[in-house]
């Protein structure tokens, strides 16, 4: 009896060649006997029933099913129509009359329907699986919402963007612009990726870093003082004062919230290129704001003035009510003409309207015009003392100094301190070692720059190649005679250490 019990050895292929052939047969069944069971009840259920057997009585139970005849096990028919019912004795027959035999759309609805599902979902898996493995920062979200799949554009730039910063810091610019290239590319409208190009794009393709700028004033409304910031450090580097006055006359009109550092920008440009500016015309321009006309006015005056005629009229005329620029201005100018003991009591009488850092910045500017280079001294004695943890901004600060007013001994005292400096936040301490760099270079301390660019290194692994060329062009080794020249591949190079560079640099061969 045992052999009752055992299959034959191609049974189990047999069955599955049978289940894989009603599985072909269902899909097309579903839409065939459906659409005619449509059309049978369409015509009001006349005639022969399309699936029930013909020579049959049509009523049920009694009557085979027509449909199913084929199929290697005919139960599975049911699948596509429920009225198939056993009769007990291993038949199957209709379990409707005639006139009852009726289509099941919703079961070809839900197996079409399951089965594009699944298949969506098969996809969708794989889909973010092959993205997830690329790099791409895909959400489910963004894969199976379709209306976020317009945001897939903008992840792809978002990958491009990282390998572009890794490219920087490893060294490669060039393989960093290609990176942000591509990005752009993909999402022209994507607004970091427009940004960083522009960035790059100011040492090797000025021309289309304004192009992207300007592009983003248009499009950014909303953010075009972010913009115009960026945009004026690359042509400060750069060293282009007539396109600074034109920006900051723009900015200066359009935000007048700020005055204080499109003023600024204005009398430095001045200051450099006199023809590029206006002092006086701006100084009537009904448009510009109050206290930053004022100021322009009062620049405009004494800027073609002997040095003796200047200092009187700064001295005499009114201040700017809640304007603490306008004494900025004046201590800055008088100690620029030579009459630092009028700076120093200027700026004692408004000292509470300044913040601490102009102070200390004038102060230092007044000593060094004096010649009081042991008073500067003991200053940044205790400010580097080793009892202190100075900050990144008193670095730049003394930095800058020393960067205005070459002293070596400043200079090495500032190499010496580096290493007692906290490396984070990365981007302040790496524009304090920047400062302290070029305030080495300034005096011509070679092993000063080296040391520098040495802990730079130590504490990041970045390359800052542009620093060997700003160490050349400091000790004239270099065939490069314009600062400008060089100062838009150094990143991070503060606002005002860049203006420092320029005051002194500037238009020198």
């Not at 580096?418 to 790496?430: E, G, K, M, N, S």
């Not at 270079?441 to 730079?456: H, L, N, T």
């Amino acid at each position: 009896m045992w052999h009752q019990w055992v299959r034959p050895p191609n049974a189990n292929t047999h069955e599955m060649k049978g289940w894989l052939t009603d599985a072909g047969k269902m899909v097309w069944a579903l839409f065939y006997w459906n659409t005619r069971k449509t059309v049978f009840r369409a015509r009001g259920g006349r005639g022969l029933a399309p699936c029930q057997h013909p020579s049959d009585s049509g009523e049920a139970m009694k009557t085979g099913c027509d449909a199913c005849a084929h199929w290697h096990r005919r139960e599975r028919f049911r699948r596509v129509c429920p009225l198939l019912q056993s009769d007990g004795q291993g038949g199957w027959v209709c379990g409707a009359n005639r006139e009852d035999v009726r289509p099941f759309w919703d079961r070809f609805a839900a197996y079409f329907g399951g089965a594009a599902l699944g298949m969506i979902l098969l996809l969708a898996v794989l889909f973010y699986s092959a993205m997830r493995g690329i790099g791409y920062q895909v959400t489910w979200r963004q894969v199976l919402w379709p209306p976020a799949w317009s945001e897939l554009r903008a992840v792809r730039a978002d990958l491009f963007i990282k390998q572009a910063r890794e490219k920087y810091a490893a060294g490669g610019v060039r393989e960093a612009i290609q990176a942000l290239v591509v990005a752009h590319q993909l999402n022209p409208a994507h607004f970091q990726v427009t940004m960083l190009l522009a960035q790059f794009y100011q040492a090797g393709s000025p021309q289309q870093s304004d192009q992207l700028y300007r592009q983003l004033m248009d499009s950014h409304p909303e953010r075009r003082e972010e913009i115009a910031q960026a945009w004026f450090q690359g042509l400060l580097a750069r060293g282009r004062m007539d396109a600074i006055a034109e920006l900051a006359k723009m900015r200066l009109l359009d935000n007048p919230a700020q005055p204080a550092v499109w003023t600024y920008a204005l009398r430095f440009a001045a200051r450099h290129q006199p023809g590029v500016v206006d002092l006086a015309a701006l100084g009537r321009d009904s448009a510009v704001p109050a206290p930053a006309r004022a100021v322009l006015a009062l620049a405009g005056r004494v800027q073609d003035l002997p040095a003796a005629e200047a200092r009187r009229v700064l001295l005499d005329t009114l201040p700017v009510a809640d304007f603490p620029f306008d004494r900025v201005y004046r201590v800055d100018a008088l100690t620029r003409l030579g009459y630092p003991q009028d700076a120093l009591n200027l700026l004692a009488a408004g000292r509470r309207e300044l913040s601490g850092r102009d102070v200390a910045r004038l102060i230092f500017a007044a000593y060094a015009q004096m010649g009081d280079r042991a008073r500067l001294k003991a200053e940044f004695a205790a400010l580097l003392s080793p009892e202190r943890r100075p900050g990144a901004g008193e670095f730049t600060l003394l930095a800058v100094h020393v960067v205005d007013f070459p002293n070596a001994e400043l200079a090495a005292m500032l190499v010496a301190a580096l290493p007692r400096l906290p490396t984070v936040p990365a981007d302040a301490w790496l524009q304090a070692a920047v400062a302290v760099f070029c305030a080495a270079g300034s005096v011509g301390d070679e092993a000063g720059m080296v040391e520098v660019k040495r802990i730079i290194q130590a504490s990041y692994d970045i390359k800052l190649t542009s620093l060997d060329g700003l160490r050349f062009y400091f000790l004239k080794q270099s065939g490069i005679s314009r600062i400008e020249s060089i100062l838009p591949s150094i990143n991070p190079l503060s606002l005002e250490l860049n203006y420092a560079l320029l005051d002194r640099y500037l238009n020198k061969r």
